[in-house]
């Protein structure tokens, strides 16, 4: 058996196959015409793929190697952007797919790929019935701790969150010593799909610079295992840096192979991060002991000890289904 046809029966990669074909099919004289027929592909994506197979055999094939740089002609992207405008929701391997396909040009960074879905007015987000069905489809891996998924949100912690009602003389106002209502500090927090454990960072701010941080310090407590954020539509969550990193982690890999995935919810649903009532719940303990905060050190470690590495069992923390297999 010859490597090409070696590489035909051994791969699983849908991409990797349909170029394998192509170049067998040109191999055994079909004709271009019909190969495009059959497999559904253009003329050119033939004669790029079998030069590249010409130049470095079945590893030209893979999917792991890009090639050469192929840019879409202005006709060509207006016709890739009419075409995204039929749905609502797209994957990004499908629009990688189709550009492959039908053009022949394989861009070497997805943000080529993210700026079609710009152009086209998508934006990257979930539905919560979308997210069950990934998650579901994940189970085994999650169950295993190949796969970690967290929900992921910033909250910004004032000095001003420890005011609650107390009991006092009727028509006597009751006052809360507080040293300065805009002390604030910013927490990064994940809460974990299958432990429901959380975990927290303070940071400077909310914004791209810290996000990747956090991001670095969630794939530090499990690093053989691929990364699966789920969050809100922030800013310094779709930044053009952010993006740069992820493309620097996920370089070459298919997406089921990238160390790093993030899924966007709904725009303006808080209402779909369960991590929202984990804030929510620990705002309500410092206020509960505001007398203990006597500065807003305090505030923050009790903060800190209601949240860190701690579990939360309330429903919402299953609003996305359970995961049965032990952990």
């Known amino acids: 058996m010859d490597a090409l046809a070696q590489f035909i029966q051994q791969t699983s990669h849908p991409q990797e196959l349909k170029r394998a074909l ?17 497999l559904q592909v253009s003329l050119g994506f033939i004669s790029q793929w079998i030069e590249l197979y010409k130049q470095q055999g079945v590893e030209g094939l893979k999917w792991g190697y890009q090639g050469t740089v192929g840019y879409l002609k202005p006709e060509q992207r207006q016709e890739v952007i009419t075409w995204l405008k039929q749905r609502d929701c797209w994957q990004l391997e499908e629009l990688v797919t189709h550009v492959d396909e039908r053009y022949g040009v394989v861009y070497e960074s997805q ?71 805009k002390q604030r500090q910013t927490y990064f927090g994940a809460l974990d799909y299958l432990s429901k454990q959380m975990f927290v960072e303070p940071h400077s701010a909310g914004n791209t610079d810290d996000t990747i941080a956090f991001l670095k310090y969630l794939r530090s407590l499990h690093p053989q295992s691929r990364l699966i ?6 800013t310094y969550h779709r930044s053009h840096q952010l993006r740069e990193y992820l493309d620097s982690l996920n370089d070459g890999l298919p997406p089921q192979q990238w160390p790093v995935t993030c899924i966007r919810l709904a725009p ?39 949240t860190h590495q701690q579990c939360f069992m309330f429903p919402k923390a299953f609003m996305y289904g359970l995961c049965s297999c032990s952990i």
């Open 22 to 38: 192509a170049v067998q099919m040109v191999q055994r004289q079909y004709p271009y015409r019909e190969i495009k027929a059959i």
């Open 111 to 181: 943000q080529s790929y993210y700026d079609l879905l710009h152009q086209a007015g998508l934006s990257w987000k979930q539905s919560r019935h979308e997210i069950m069905v990934l998650l579901n489809q994940w189970r085994d891996e999650i169950a295993t701790g190949r796969v970690r998924v967290v929900f992921l949100d910033e909250c910004h912690l004032l000095w001003g969150d420890v005011c609650a009602y107390v009991w006092g003389p009727r028509n006597q106002r009751v006052e809360v010593p507080v040293c300065s209502e």
């Open 229 to 234: 954020i789920i969050w809100d539509g922030a």
């Open 268 to 306: 303006h649903a808080p209402e779909q991060n369960p991590i929202e009532d984990v804030w929510l719940q620990a705002k309500q303990f410092v206020r509960k002991f505001y007398p203990l905060c006597k500065s807003f050190e305090g505030v923050k470690y009790l903060f800190e000890f209601a």
